[in-house]
């Protein structure tokens, strides 16, 4: 038996490192310059070392908790760098003393990194509660806001009741298979079908409550509203691409077409995600609340390319992922670099007076609506592939139903920045570093949605082997194996 | 004969959790809610996991019961907040719920009684403190760090939010 | 078979689990939400034991000690953040009202 | 190198077209003309060098590919902007950019005095532009993406002097007829598209031939034929051509005689294989060639406007490449095309040069006896005439009309009556025209002279409308194949010769024509006057078809509409809104912001997931 720890990704430890070297900066002075310098430093390396050879896995199936393949690599990648983004939003707007934030960032990061990367419950519960208590503190982070108060116990109310339910499901699945081993039970187990599909559907609620799929979504855009324009970011990005790896991760290997209640359950979550989201961010007058529908509807596009099984499925979620990341990170970053200003009416005119940062703006509203030119329709063209190819009929006529509720929110705000300037508007600002970031971000988007080929072969190449299936193929670790080989 | 602590333990925390729900007094509810784990590590030390029913005493009703305490004689309840808790308690709030809760446990109870008994011997093994020392220290160590950054994660955000209840704290329209 | 036996611990922790969610849904007082919380924890804790008890495996108390940490870190924060909401203007720490995210 | 040159020919008018507009209308006219004349010119002198190089060291593969920009490749679908450059799109290539540049250099003196040259040079160069990208194409997303490019710019042009509500609704009638067309192309496309699994038009034709047609291929190659009609004016989307003559008059010369509406032309030489392995598609072509060419010659006859006179000539001459078309002389249609670009052109700018120095009058009836007046223009116009009535040996029209009748007697004798009876009515009605805009009494005094930026074009084109046609010799003259040649390796040997008598005929008939329009309008004859009848009137008319469009389409679409004035359909699409807002609401409601609720959203969700679980 190899040591336990032989097969860790590099990033674990240098985020790990990372936040000793925060806290002890912290002990001696604090100082928010130099702890986003750490922060952003701890995690550039860590994205830098995803290239390093020590992630080949070494393929040794007894005690592996950890999986760093291609898929872990690929998310690792898109939450490092949608972290990064986070921390440079939060420059200055932190509130004080700031040097926790980074610090309560660089914890979430890390849990979303295990999370995406685990195949043991054990340690898939440690990195989504990691995540969720650092969010706790990231949440309620301002005191001046008083709403964040509000949001903050909303939130640890809700996920602690779906942590237990989460919980529950998973102690369920042990019971019936006896293996820690983070996947969806087999059906075909002694007990019958019955407890393995019990496991599953409380497995999902803990699972989708975190990813806001409707109708366990409630939370999202009162957290989203309440919580700091970073942290609705990291909320809205990076924690939802972690539990999407996840929860791919818990499919891995199970044939989701197959008539059964898990199957069942996931196409109706996604045709109500897709609906439920669009909708909601209908009548937003608040951009942030409008973006919280709108990644709810994103989760709905994901699912079906998750459901869609065969050589595009996981591939077109990781170009998804991407895309969606870029967008809205894209959008929160625009509206940092406004004041943080979330009331659409405060927008009006804006292609005016800021011309820059609205056609900024618009280039993320329109990838997220998945207008072409922008990354994002090809994105959803990519994920309309997928599904054709998998035949998936409902689920796509729902994604395109709901993309076109989608295109009149979306375009409604461009509309307003196309305004003219209203009388009473007040001059906004962001910093230096924000609009570096949507410089960064804007290009991205509209130059991965001209020249999509490079970042395709890239999902394509990462997922070749598809490892997810491989990883989902292993055999359980038998009871008594750990327990006696010492 | 040996099955009596089990039915025993079980009863007391279930009574103890159905009490804990419906008082009206939280500090009533709170002694309840330490009557539960204690409880529960009876049916631990019955299920053969010793080591863990010394945790669930010491940590559990020891430890987090304590700050559970702390906090509500901090808040400072009084006869007000009884009368409007009982007011809260109308017993037509109680049926959705009742409704919702009853489903599930329906629902898992009838999963759970298809589980035949397993292959291995029905007999109870103990398992103490040194396999689970081996398993945690051996292939899971790596859940043993990052159980020490959640507990950071907990630990900061706690810290943080803390120190803003000091002082005015009101400061706020 | 005994009465001690996993399926019976587990029977119990879904009832435990249920009377919890009963709380969760009906309580309008946060403290109790989180105490209700608290049962639910333990009842997945419980349900592990049981399980590992099944399987006569210690991977169910490894687990049951990471759901221990969780449940120690959560009510710290929780309580943190109640008593911040206690002194910040909900006193009465309702759960139904005063909320302002809503629509 | 080469393929190099091929997306650069495109980049410069598209670099002129966004430096002219991103002026903003406030670039003075000698810079405009300069950039705009100076980008294609650039771009002509390149295609030579290009089709220099092409001719001497032909590619191995027959065609030249420059792939620009791949957007997306899935497996089953892949969607790129590719350049290809083979003898078809060769000798568009030249015409666009050659003929294009003249007319640019034409436009120089035309538009000199206007306001808005820069906006007029703007629209130019980028015409020219996705007319390229049309003709370059190899892939039928870019072609589409050209296709349309085109259509948006003939209805700038057209619409160019806005001020006018009339020229305003040309262009609307233009854009709405070309749109029916294009729409149905695009559907064709897409069915192409669907067979094939690609959209690349070399493996498309590749499926396309390699299954036996169907009914699918047949859909497909007459929802292409609509797009084709549609773009080249053909009966029965042809209303649109006279009236886009609203627009400037090197803008019909460029846009509306010698390239846009020659697409339709391109289009189906290009999906040859399609169309020739459906015979009824085959005949539908030159049925549909051969009525445009008689009804717009007709309607020719009695036009009094000497630039409809100049439209109705320009569809009946793409009647008469579609007649070749149909009856499978692929190279006929394309040497037609050539010989067509120069002449009509060399005709609308003699036609515009003759307008600006008659006070902008377009009536022939008010011109008369300006051959003295401007000699120069005269010539020109003549040898355009010339070209274009097809005078025996010395003109181009002659030699490419004359494989057109040839192509016509191998399929259908019919046809080739048909095709005849067209080209005698062209030479009477193209010199009809001439009699009575040079000869006789004059009406209107000219006034100035025609520039050298206008001048040099006209001479240019007249030396190539009369010896254009020298490429393409019959056997019985002397055995010049070179267009031919050149497109043999595309469509294959060109047909052997009919019987002399038939050469003959071709060449008298057009003599006869003249002949006849000598006896009627002679400067002596009193029938110097339009004609005035009921035919005449309906003739003039286009034949009505506007009438009947009207009576047909238009009329009761908007009595539906007056009938539907509570908008029946609007409620299906306000109820949708509503349902979707109403949707909207009941989320809404849903965040209550009250955590027990949210909890219990989260709790149903749970049990039922599990009740469905545990159900069995």
């Known amino acids: 038996m190899t040591a336990p720890l032989s097969g860790l990704p590099p990033s674990l430890p240098i985020l790990g490192g990372g936040i000793a070297l925060l806290m002890l900066s912290i002990a001696w002075r604090r100082s928010e310059a130099r702890a986003i310098v750490i922060a952003l430093a701890t995690l550039f390396l860590a994205f830098a070392s995803l290239w390093s050879p020590v992630l080949s896995w070494p393929g040794d199936p007894v005690g592996i908790l950890f999986v760093p393949d291609g898929w872990f690599a690929y998310i690792a990648g898109l939450i490092l760098l949608s972290s990064a983004a986070c921390a440079i939003m939060a420059w200055r707007e932190a509130g004080t003393p700031a040097d926790e934030f980074y610090l309560l960032l660089l914890l979430g990061t890390l849990g979303a990194l295990v999370m995406a990367g685990s195949v043991d419950m054990v340690i898939f519960f440690l990195g989504l509660e990691t995540l969720s208590l650092s969010l706790l503190g990231l949440i309620a982070y301002h005191r001046i806001q008083p709403t964040a108060d509000e949001a903050a116990i909303k939130y640890l109310i809700l996920a602690g009741l779906s942590s237990a339910i989460l919980l529950f499901g998973l102690a369920l699945s042990y019971a019936e298979s006896g293996s820690l081993r983070f996947a969806a039970p087999s059906l075909a187990g002694p007990d019958g079908p019955a407890l393995p599909l019990a496991a599953t559907a409380l497995v999902l609620t803990g699972l989708f409550f975190k990813l806001s799929a409707v109708p366990f979504h409630t939370w999202l855009p009162d957290v989203m509203e309440g919580a700091p324009i970073p942290v609705a970011s990291f909320i809205a990005v990076t924690s939802k691409i972690a539990l999407f790896a996840a929860l791919a991760r818990y499919f891995a290997g199970a044939d989701l077409l197959r008539p059964d209640a898990a199957g069942m359950e996931l196409a109706i979550i996604a045709v109500l995600s897709m609906f439920g989201g669009n909708l909601l961010a209908l009548g937003q007058t608040n951009l942030k609340r409008l973006l919280a529908g709108s990644s709810i509807a994103h989760v709905g596009y994901l699912l079906l390319a998750l459901l869609s099984p065969g050589p595009f499925g996981l591939a077109s979620a990781a170009f998804y992922l991407a895309a969606y990341a870029a967008a809205t990170s894209g959008a929160f970053a625009a509206m940092r670099g406004a004041s943080g200003l979330s009331d659409i009416a405060g927008w009006r005119g804006m292609f005016r007076r800021r011309p820059a940062l609205a056609l900024a703006m618009a280039v993320m509203l329109i990838s997220l609506a998945g207008i072409p030119p922008a990354i994002g329709f090809f994105a959803k063209t990519y994920i309309v592939i997928a599904g054709v190819s998998a035949r998936r009929v409902v689920l796509l006529v729902a994604l395109v139903a709901s993309s076109i509720i989608g295109l009149y929110y979306y375009l409604n705000v461009v509309r307003a920045m196309m305004e003219p300037v209203p009388e009473d508007h007040r001059a906004v600002r962001g910093t230096q570093a924000n609009t570096v970031l949507i410089t960064a971000l804007a290009i991205v988007t509209l130059l991965a949605g001209l020249f999509p080929e490079m970042l395709v072969r890239q999902t394509r190449a990462l997922l070749q082997p598809l490892p997810v299936l491989r990883a989902a193929s292993l055999p359980p670790i038998a009871p008594h194996d750990i327990l006696y080989s010492e | 004969m040996s099955d009596l602590p089990f039915i025993l333990f079980s009863l007391v925390a279930a009574w103890a959790a159905i009490m804990v729900v419906t008082r009206a007094v939280a500090v009533h509810a709170l002694l309840y809610l330490v009557v539960v784990p204690l409880s529960l590590a009876g049916v631990f030390f019955t299920l053969g996991a010793p080591f863990a029913a010394m945790l669930e005493v010491i940590i559990y009703a020891g430890a987090v019961m304590v700050l559970f305490v702390f906090v509500v004689m901090m808040l400072n309840l009084g006869r007000s907040d009884r009368d409007r808790e009982r007011h809260w308690m109308a017993p037509a709030v109680w049926i959705g719920p009742a409704l919702l809760s009853g489903l599930l446990l329906i629902a898992l109870c009838i999963t759970l009684r298809t589980i035949p008994p397993t292959a291995a011997s029905d007999a109870m093994v103990p398992i103490g403190p040194q396999s689970v020392g081996l398993l945690l220290y051996g292939p899971y160590v790596l859940s043993v760090e990052l159980a020490s950054f959640l507990l950071l994660a907990g630990l900061v955000s706690a810290f943080h939010i803390g120190r803003n209840i000091r002082g005015t704290g009101t400061g706020e329209p | 078979m005994s009465a001690a036996s996993p399926t019976h611990a587990l029977l119990l922790a879904t009832l435990l689990f249920a009377v919890g969610m009963l709380g969760v849904l009906a309580r309008r007082n946060l403290l109790l939400m989180l105490m209700s919380i608290e049962i639910m924890l333990n009842a997945a804790a419980l349900a592990f034991i049981a399980a590992g008890a099944r399987w006569h495996a210690a991977q169910g108390q490894v687990m049951f000690l990471m759901i221990l940490s969780l449940a120690a870190a959560e009510a710290a924060v929780g309580l943190a953040i109640i008593l911040r909401l206690h002194s910040a203007g909900r006193p009465t720490l309702d759960a139904d009202t005063g909320n302002r995210l809503k629509g | ?616």
């Open chain 4, 1 to 616: 190198m080469n393929a190099l040159l091929l997306p650069l020919i495109v980049a410069c008018p598209l670099l002129a077209a966004g430096v002219l507009f991103l002026s903003a209308g406030r670039m003075p006219p000698l810079p405009s003309c300069v950039i705009g004349a100076g980008s294609v010119g650039l771009s002509a002198l390149m295609a030579a060098v290009l089709a220099i190089g092409f001719l001497r060291t032909p590619p191995p593969t027959g065609a030249l590919h420059a792939t620009l920009w791949s957007w997306m490749q899935v497996e089953g679908f892949s969607a790129r902007i590719a350049f290809m450059l083979d003898p078809l799109s060769l000798v568009m290539m030249l015409i666009v950019t050659g003929v294009g540049f003249l007319i640019l250099l034409y436009a120089c003196g035309y538009m000199h005095d206007d306001p808005d040259i820069a906006r007029f040079f703007g629209c130019m160069t980028l015409f020219v532009a996705a007319m390229l990208v049309l003709v370059f194409s190899s892939d039928l997303l870019s072609l589409y993406i050209g296709w349309e490019g085109v259509g948006i710019c003939s209805y700038l042009l057209i619409s160019f002097w806005h001020a006018d509500t009339a020229n305003v609704t040309a262009a609307r009638k233009a854009f709405i007829v070309t749109r029916i067309g294009d729409a149905a192309m695009l559907c064709g496309l897409l069915l192409l598209a669907t067979r094939a699994g690609t959209l690349d038009v070399a493996s498309v034709l590749q499926t396309v031939t390699a299954r036996p047609a169907d009914l699918q291929a047949a859909i497909a190659a007459f929802l292409l034929l609509g797009g084709a009609v549609a773009k080249s004016a053909q009966v029965p989307l042809q209303t649109w051509l006279p009236d886009a003559m609203a627009g400037p008059t090197p803008v019909s010369a460029l846009i509306h005689a010698a390239t846009m509406v020659t697409a339709g032309v391109y289009l189906i030489a290009r999906l040859h294989p399609l169309f020739a392995s459906l015979p009824v598609a085959m005949t539908a072509v030159a049925l549909i060639g051969l009525i445009t060419l008689l009804l717009a010659a007709g309607s020719a006859l009695v036009q009094t406007d000497i630039k409809r006179i100049l439209a109705y000539s320009t569809m009946s001459q793409i009647g008469y490449m579609f007649l070749a078309l149909g009856t499978g002389a692929w190279q006929a249609a394309i040497f037609h095309l050539v010989t067509h670009a120069f002449f009509k052109a060399l005709l609308f700018m003699a036609a515009g040069a003759i307008i600006l120095r008659v006070h902008h009058r377009q009536d022939i009836y008010q011109m008369g006896g300006l051959a003295h007046a401007m000699p120069g223009v005269f010539a020109a116009f003549l040898a355009g005439s010339a070209a274009l009535a097809g005078l025996p040996l010395l003109t181009a029209g002659f030699y490419s009309k004359e494989m057109i009748l040839q192509g016509a007697w191998h399929a259908d004798p019919m046809l080739w009556a048909g095709a005849l009876l067209g080209a005698f009515a062209t030479a009477i009605y193209i010199f009809r025209c001439v009699f009575i805009v040079f000869f006789g009494p004059r009406h209107t005094e000219p006034h100035g002279r025609t520039g050298a930026t206008m001048a040099i074009p006209l001479v240019c084109l007249a030396v190539l409308a009369l010896t254009g046609g020298w490429m393409g010799m019959p056997d019985a003259i002397a055995p010049v194949h070179l267009l031919s040649h050149l497109l043999s390796p595309l469509f294959g040997a060109s047909m052997p010769e009919g019987p002399h008598w038939l050469l003959w005929a071709g060449s008298l008939v057009p003599l006869a024509g003249i002949g006849v329009a000598w006896m009627l309008w002679q400067p002596r004859t009193r029938t110097r006057t339009p004609p005035e009848n009921a035919l005449a009137r309906v003739a003039r008319a286009g034949w009505d078809f506007d009438t009947l469009y009207d009576v047909l389409i238009v009329r009761p679409f908007t009595t539906l509409g007056q009938l539907n004035q509570s908008d029946i359909c609007d409620r299906l699409s306000d109820a949708t809104a509503a349902t979707a807002r109403a949707g909207g609401r009941m989320l809404g409601r849903m965040q209550s912001g009250q955590v027990r609720r949210y909890a219990g959203w989260i709790a149903a969700g749970t049990v039922v997931a599990l009740c469905l679980g545990v159900r069995p």
